[in-house]
């Protein structure tokens, strides 16, 4: 199990960039995929980016291009990259870690969870 906590969020203007940061505390870091989620009020929970263990990333068509993942084992830490931040990039934004190879996009493949972020972008 890895105990995960989100930081780097705030309110931001349109364009702005932000890096979130995930901290994790636990065993093999290293041995868990990275992924990062996103809820809008009144929307359901959306996978944005992922990370597998050879660092191989994916993202969702909304953030593709604007946001970059990536991690530091060493420093037990993933991180969120977001550039050009829009008003619909307004949301609570969680770091999600299961003990496997490949950072899905399914939210019922995560049992590790952070308490989220929000992240405001005025227009």
């Known amino acids: 199990q890895v105990q995960l906590v989100e930081s780097g969020g705030g309110l931001v203007q349109a364009g702005d960039s932000l890096r979130l940061s995930c901290a994790a505390s636990?065993?093999?870091?290293?041995?868990?995929?990275i992924a990062w989620f996103r809820q809008a009020p009144g929307k359901e929970r959306e996978f944005i980016a992922g990370?597998?263990?050879?660092?191989?990333?994916h993202y969702s068509d909304s953030v593709k291009g604007r946001f970059s993942i990536s991690r530091e084992n060493d420093k037990q830490t993933a991180y969120l990259q977001m550039n050009g931040l829009k008003p619909e990039d307004t949301a609570v934004y969680y770091c999600?870690?299961?003990?496997?190879?490949?950072?899905?996009?399914?939210?019922?493949?995560?049992?590790?969870w952070g308490q989220g972020t929000q992240v405001t972008v005025s227009s």
């Open positions: 999600a870690a299961r003990p496997d190879l490949v950072a899905t996009s399914a939210i019922q493949d995560y049992k590790n």
């Open positions: 636990g065993r093999s870091f290293k041995m868990y995929a």
């Open positions: 990370i597998n263990w050879s660092e191989m990333t």
